[in-house]
């Protein structure tokens, strides 16, 4: 199902590199304006960068300054960073088992809005949902928790989700509906769903195993703003993209379940395995506008894979690696991610590494 035509040089060009922070960067996230990246780390903080000026975040010329250090609200390594989808807020998880909701002020200023307690150890990842007043947390305690925004702004816990058999490395909701997904040291995805009728019970409605080790990462499809870009790109049902400590990647369909058991039911299934591209763990995976996937990891590297041919009948895809980034940073590259600003800056990527840089470049197809 794959290709590698790393050989063309379709060039992804470093642009900028931020550097602030005293040990490895765990995880950095774009605001949702494109112009401003949050990072954390192993020193225990958080640096907040802010471009300068308006012009493109991905010209060499484009000053971006570190606007905020937020340090002293966590005791330990902060794995995980993400914005709400307004911009108003930024959760951190930590190695301390706990999470911070910041709320930034009209000044640009950074204040402790809620400390959220209740995982037993190190929590991992913390992710918003798309209306922003639901969060999900995970740790290395097995468990997925939901916490729910009250009218005060108070975080209160809503469900608590057992049933990993390890570590919880990665949550992520929907892009589109209350649905969560979870990836473990387990070697599984799984997926939580609200149970009809509410009263904040979920349950896991599927499994999706195809990984042989660990699943770091995953990421959903991203479509383009203009509904006529790609008429093949199903927009009410995007795909899924994981990585694993295995080094492959796979592409996930959510289609009717093959299972006679389970006719009727939509299922994830394989659609795709991206082997042989990355020699030590992929940490680290994203999925762009445009429709590249970006994949980071223990090589060092970034890969950009380019989907060839998709087939209408069954789903299944093919896609070739249009460039190897070799050496991108210095060690372990943890975390990579797509601007989100799709008018201006689709093809601009932020990297993040032990060798504790930031990196943004641009993808020039």
């Known amino acids: 199902f794959f290709s590698d035509f790393s050989h063309k040089l379709m060039p992804l060009v470093e642009v900028c590199s931020l550097h602030g922070h005293e040990d490895r960067v765990w995880c950095a996230d774009w605001h949702p304006s494109g112009d401003m990246i949050a990072s954390c780390s192993g020193d225990k903080s958080i640096k907040v960068w802010r471009k300068i000026g308006t012009s493109d975040p991905s010209n060499s010329d484009t000053a971006w300054i570190l606007a905020a250090t937020l340090s002293g609200d966590h005791q330990r390594t902060i794995r995980c960073v993400a ?7 930024l959760a951190s998880a930590s190695f301390d088992a706990t999470v911070t909701i910041y709320e930034c ?85 799984r997926q939580w769903d609200e149970e009809e009728g509410g009263a904040d019970e ?42 694993s400590d295995d080094t492959t990647l796979i592409v996930w369909q959510y289609k009717d379940s093959i299972a006679e058991e389970e006719e009727g039911k939509k299922s994830w299934q394989s659609a795709c395995t991206l082997t042989g591209y990355h020699t030590r763990p992929v940490y680290s995976v994203d999925w762009s506008s445009t429709n590249y996937i970006a994949s980071a990891g223990g ?6 894979f380019e989907e060839t041919s998709r087939s209408i009948s069954d789903g299944t895809c093919v896609w070739q690696r249009v460039f190897n980034a070799e050496k991108a940073h210095l060690s372990d590259v943890n975390c990579v991610k797509w601007n989100p600003d ?10 993040a590494g032990d060798d504790g840089f930031v990196k943004i470049w641009k993808w020039v197809p």
């Open 83 to 89: 914005w709400s989808p307004n911009g108003s807020y």
């Open 342 to 351: 799709q008018e201006h800056y689709s093809n601009i990527l932020l990297s």
């Open 299 to 304: 090589d060092d590297g970034i890969c950009i």
């Open 202 to 243: 979920w349950a896991c409605t599927d499994i999706l195993q195809a990984h042989s080790s660990t699943v770091w990462s995953v990421a959903f499809e991203k479509f383009p703003l203009k509904d006529d870009e790609d008429p093949d790109r199903d927009r009410s049902n995007p795909r899924l993209v994981s990585v």
């Open 105 to 189: 002020d009209e000044s640009g200023k950074f204040n402790v809005l809620h400390t959220l307690e209740g995982h037993e150890n190190e929590v991992k990842c913390v992710s918003w949902n798309n209306e922003g007043h639901l969060l999900a947390t995970c740790s290395r305690d097995k468990t997925v928790w939901i916490w729910e925004q009250g009218g005060d702004k108070d975080f209160e816990m809503a469900a608590l989700l057992h049933g990993h058999q390890q570590d919880v490395k990665f949550v992520l909701w929907h892009p589109l509906k209350q649905t969560i997904l979870s990836g473990s040291y387990d070697d599984t995805i």
